[in-house]
């Protein structure tokens, strides 16, 4: 049989949310959480995982160094021929620890690795290029469909087997350009193309274009002590309760809220309900994501014209770009609208 070492978090291993985040790694022999149905796919190639090793995701993303050295010793004392981590789907935490350690792995152990994540989670960009990623949806609804993709892709990895195009294999793609033998001269692919596009037909391009967002700087605030100055943030403050129900990850909404005559976010009143980190210190003084005590200190003392009297917030754990880029239009909006000429924009 040719043997697998799994990697995964925490969560998928049964032991815990972000209360066992901090765990540190450990391995199980045979096949744990998603593993399991992973093995099943695997077998019918006479491929098989023999150990699993699992790793808190705050651990490994607080301790990267040491984690990374941990791991490899114990994917190494199982002789593995081939390594696979996650799928992490759009855990960006979760998608940094699975393409850090297979990159690793790759180059300290000399072995194919493959992971797999939603193509909007941050580990995809840092790792795309580094090693194959197969792309998933962005939750474990998704782990049906994900887990024979992974399979598919691992067994031609393994077995040394040409590896296609990632609209044709399922993985996101890598930026790589590859000389091929085409049946039709260039020219004349062009042309259909160009044809294709001034009737609105589909067509797929042969080399697809980077797309960058450019966001031209505002000048700077010329006399601060006039300003009205507004808080916006993506770590998830909320009044106690969460009355608008925002998600702890892959937010649908932003909340807006008053905060008039509010000097102080006490734990009585208002907590995160970001589901990315460790809730306990915002929880406890919610200040310390939204720092409304110090811009209400900085207004008294004359440092700021004024603290708006509204802040907005949403969850950025997860959250897609495209809702992202709604939020901060509407937000914006209602911004300028009142009248507000500085953001401060706090995360977690």
Same mark, same amino acid.
């Given at each position: 049989?040719?043997?697998? *070492? =799994?990697?995964?978090?925490?969560?998928?291993?049964g032991?815990?949310g972000e209360?066992?985040?901090?765990i540190?790694?450990?391995?199980?022999?045979?096949?744990?959480?998603?593993g399991?149905?992973?093995n099943?796919?695997?077998?019918?190639?006479?491929i098989?995982? +023999?150990?699993?090793?699992?790793?808190?995701?705050?651990?490994?993303?607080?301790?990267? #160094?040491?984690?990374?050295?941990e791991?490899?010793?114990?994917?190494?004392?199982?002789? /593995?021929?081939?390594?696979?981590?996650?799928?992490?789907?759009?855990?960006?935490?979760y998608?940094? @620890?699975c393409?850090?350690?297979?990159?690793e792995?790759q180059?300290?152990?000399n072995?194919?690795?493959?992971?797999?994540?939603? /193509?909007?989670?941050?580990?995809?960009?840092?790792?795309?290029?580094? +090693?194959?990623?197969v792309?998933?949806?962005?939750s474990?609804?998704?782990?049906?469909?994900?887990?024979?993709?992974? @399979?598919?892709l691992a067994?031609?990895l393994?077995?040394?087997?040409?590896?296609?195009s990632p609209a044709?294999?399922?993985?996101?793609?890598r930026?790589?350009?590859?000389n091929y033998?085409?049946?039709?001269?260039?020219?004349?692919?062009?042309?259909?193309?160009?044809?294709?596009?001034?009737?609105?037909?589909?067509?797929v391009?042969?080399?697809?274009? /980077?797309?960058?967002?450019?966001?031209?700087?505002q000048?700077?605030?010329?006399?601060?002590?006039k300003v009205?100055?507004?808080?916006?943030?993506?770590?998830?403050?909320? /009044?106690?309760?969460?009355?608008? =129900?925002?998600?702890?990850?892959?937010?649908s909404?932003?909340?807006?809220?008053?905060?008039?005559? +509010?000097?102080?976010?006490? @734990?009585d009143?208002?907590?995160?309900? =970001?589901?990315?980190?460790?809730p306990?210190?915002?929880? #406890?003084?919610s200040?310390? *994501?939204?720092? *409304?005590?110090?811009?209400?200190?900085?207004?008294?003392e004359g440092?700021?014209?004024s603290? =708006?009297?509204?802040?907005?917030?949403t969850v950025?754990?997860?959250?897609a770009?495209?809702?992202?880029k709604?939020?901060?239009?509407?937000?914006?909006?209602?911004?300028?609208?009142?009248?507000?000429?500085?953001?401060?924009?706090?995360s977690t």
């Amino acid at each position: 049989m040719i043997r697998v *070492v =799994h990697y995964i978090n925490q969560f998928y291993a049964g032991i815990g949310g972000e209360e066992k985040a901090d765990i540190k790694p450990e391995v199980r022999e045979g096949v744990v959480g998603p593993g399991m149905g992973l093995n099943g796919l695997l077998k019918k190639e006479d491929i098989e995982i +023999v150990a699993t090793v699992i790793c808190g995701d705050s651990y490994f993303n607080e301790n990267i #160094d040491e984690a990374k050295a941990e791991i490899i010793e114990m994917v190494k004392s199982y002789n /593995p021929d081939l390594f696979i981590a996650g799928p992490a789907f759009n855990a960006g935490r979760y998608g940094v @620890a699975c393409g850090t350690i297979a990159e690793e792995v790759q180059a300290k152990l000399n072995i194919p690795v493959l992971t797999a994540m939603y /193509p909007e989670n941050p580990g995809a960009d840092m790792y795309k290029k580094a +090693v194959y990623i197969v792309e998933t949806r962005n939750s474990a609804v998704g782990m049906r469909d994900a887990l024979p993709k992974i @399979a598919k892709l691992a067994v031609k990895l393994v077995k040394g087997q040409e590896i296609l195009s990632p609209a044709e294999e399922g993985y996101i793609e890598r930026g790589i350009r590859k000389n091929y033998f085409a049946t039709e001269r260039g020219s004349k692919r062009a042309v259909n193309m160009l044809a294709k596009k001034l009737k609105d037909e589909e067509f797929v391009t042969e080399f697809k274009m /980077p797309v960058f967002d450019r966001v031209d700087p505002q000048p700077a605030v010329k006399d601060i002590t006039k300003v009205k100055v507004a808080l916006v943030t993506s770590g998830g403050i909320v /009044p106690k309760g969460n009355p608008d =129900h925002i998600e702890s990850s892959n937010a649908s909404k932003y909340g807006e809220y008053c905060i008039e005559g +509010v000097v102080d976010l006490t @734990a009585d009143t208002y907590e995160t309900a =970001h589901g990315g980190y460790d809730p306990t210190y915002a929880n #406890d003084d919610s200040d310390r *994501v939204l720092p *409304v005590d110090v811009l209400r200190q900085m207004e008294k003392e004359g440092k700021i014209g004024s603290l =708006h009297n509204k802040f907005y917030t949403t969850v950025g754990n997860g959250t897609a770009v495209a809702s992202s880029k709604k939020f901060g239009a509407e937000i914006a909006q209602k911004l300028v609208a009142d009248g507000v000429q500085a953001v401060i924009l706090t995360s977690t």
